[in-house]
Every structure is written in structure tokens, then in C-alpha cells.
């Protein structure tokens, strides 16, 4: 889908084309705030950092940054990264479950390998949640250029600094960040999964349409996303109230938001404007 709509709007331009621009518009928030909430864990992360002086491996999260950017090489990074080092430090001491906290990993690779493979564990995934930061940031930056360009957004986000870089979109994300690390780890990854599952949804329905419009000549029946919607279902279930609250909440003002962006269009309170250069995608 990537090389069929190549634009910064990336997974908004699918549904757009398949769903219509007020569906590609709900898909570019769930996403973008997703993605901004993704973005706030590592704030707590820092703040974590500084009270207990030990950097925490947050395994669950990697996991989600691992399945979005890496898929190609999804089963490789999950062994080297994730499974071989639990097998390793559960084989090599004692299993107290009351120990395996936020953090432990650290530990672990100190009784393993001493203070060393600590600091080096430590340093590792500094370097590895700076770098999960610097790429979602850009990602979120650049959807919303990208939903500027298709006149989704004020004409304002699409300005790019003489370097190329959307950045009143990083600024817009990067307060979003700001706003949102009163959540506690726990509770962002919850909302994260929950806004993040709602968009996949609604991007393997714009595939089928897609598939359909355009006679994609595929027989995978995973094409159809069957299982991996079934699964997104049971994450869905088990969202805390708190976070479920929170996040219809935000699915709800996306409905509310476009509309009013619409009608000041309208009135010409705020700029919008469409790059000619962008073929249309709303042609049957």
C-alpha cells in the first residue's frame, strides 16, 4: 500500500481513497494521537531513570515499536532481542517473580556478567529509546504534513524549515508528548493499544475495499487481516476503564474535530489548501 499511495500521509491516504477523506481524517487522529502517546513513555521512562538510577527495558513496548517499523525482520529482532534474553536471565538465577519488575534486566545483567554488561545494558537502551523517539516523532510530524497537503489540515503544518523538516508538526507532537506524561506507563501503553487497534481496524477494511476497487490478484486469506483483527478485539477487551474511558473519548472528539476544521474552512478562519502536484485518489 506504501508503493501504491507513496506520500507523507502514508495510511491516511489509503483509507481516504478507499473510505473518503472524513474516515481518512479519523484514521490520521486515532493514529497520530497514538502514535504521540507512544511518544510519552519516554519522558516517564527519564523521570523512572532518575529515581532508581537504573535505565528500564520496557519489553512490551519495544515489542509494539519492534511490529510497526521492523515487520520484515520482525522473528529475527523478537529472538535476539527479547526471547534470548529472557531465556538467558531466567536460566541463569533464581525466578522470583516478586523481582521481575520494571527495571530487573539491569540486575540481571549485572549477576551475569557484573557492573560492565550493566552499563552496557543500560547505555544500550538509552541509545535504543532515543532512537524510538527521534522515529515516531518523525513519523507523527510528518502524517500530519501529509494530511496538510490533502487539505485535511490547516496549510500551516505542511511548512518545512530550510532543512525540510515539518517543523510546526514537531512542534504540535511534540507538545501533544508534553500534555499526555501525567499517564502512567501503564496506562499509555493501554491507550496506546487501544487507539492504535481501532486504526488497524479501519485500515484492513480500507484494504478490502481497495483490493476489491483495484482487483488486487491475491489468494492470502491473511490479506484479509482475519486473525490479526481477532486479536486486536481481544486487546480491546481487556482495556481498564480508565483507558477505555480516555479513549473513546478521543475517538469521539476525532469525530467532533473535522467538522468543525470543515466549517472553518468555510468561513476561511484557518487556510487549507491541496498540492497540485498529488495525483487524486478519490477517482474510481
Known amino acids: 500500500m506504501g508503493t ?31 502514535g504521540v502517546i507512544d511518544n510519552a513513555l519516554y519522558p516517564v521512562l527519564f523521570l523512572d531513570y532518575l529515581k532508581s538510577a537504573i535505565l528500564v527495558i520496557f519489553l512490551q513496548e519495544k515489542l509494539i515499536i519492534l511490529v510497526r517499523h521492523f515487520q520484515k525482520h520482525f522473528f529475527m529482532l523478537l529472538f535476539w532481542g527479547i526471547f534470548l534474553p529472557l531465556l538467558v536471565g531466567t536460566g541463569a538465577i533464581e525466578v522470583n517473580r516478586e523481582l521481575w519488575c520494571d527495571g530487573y534486566f539491569s540486575e540481571v545483567s549485572r549477576v551475569i556478567g557484573g557492573v560492565w554488561l550493566r552499563t552496557w545494558v543500560q547505555v544500550a537502551s538509552a541509545l535504543s529509546n532515543m532512537g524510538m523517539f527521534v522515529t515516531e516523532m518523525s513519523s507523527d510530524s510528518f502524517q500530519l504534513l501529509g494530511m496538510a497537503e490533502r487539505g485535511m489540515l490547516p496549510e500551516f503544518f505542511a511548512k518545512r524549515s530550510r532543512y525540510g523538516t515539518p517543523f510546526i508538526s514537531i512542534l504540535f507532537s511534540a507538545s501533544g508528548v508534553i500534555l499526555l506524561s501525567w499517564l502512567s506507563f501503564q496506562e499509555i501503553v493501554a491507550a496506546e493499544n487501544f487507539l492504535y487497534c481501532f486504526g488497524m481496524l479501519m485500515e484492513f477494511v480500507a484494504f478490502v475495499k481497495l483490493r476489491k476497487k483495484f482487483l488486487f490478484r491475491r489468494n492470502w486469506l491473511c490479506d484479509y487481516g482475519l486473525a490479526p483483527t481477532l486479536l486486536i478485539f481481544v486487546v480491546l477487551a481487556f482495556a481498564s476503564f480508565k483507558v477505555f474511558v480516555i479513549s473513546i473519548s478521543a475517538v469521539i472528539m476525532g469525530l467532533v474535530l473535522q467538522p468543525c476544521l470543515k466549517y472553518m474552512e468555510r468561513k476561511r478562519w484557518l487556510r487549507f489548501s491541496v498540492n497540485p502536484d498529488l495525483p487524486d485518489i478519490y477517482a474510481a
Do not use: H, R
Open 4 to 34: 501504491m499511495f507513496p506520500e507523507n500521509g502514508g495510511y491516511v491516504v489509503w483509507v481516504s481513497s478507499a473510505l473518503g477523506p472524513f474516515w481518512g481524517f479519523q484514521l490520521g487522529w486515532m493514529k497520530w494521537l497514538s
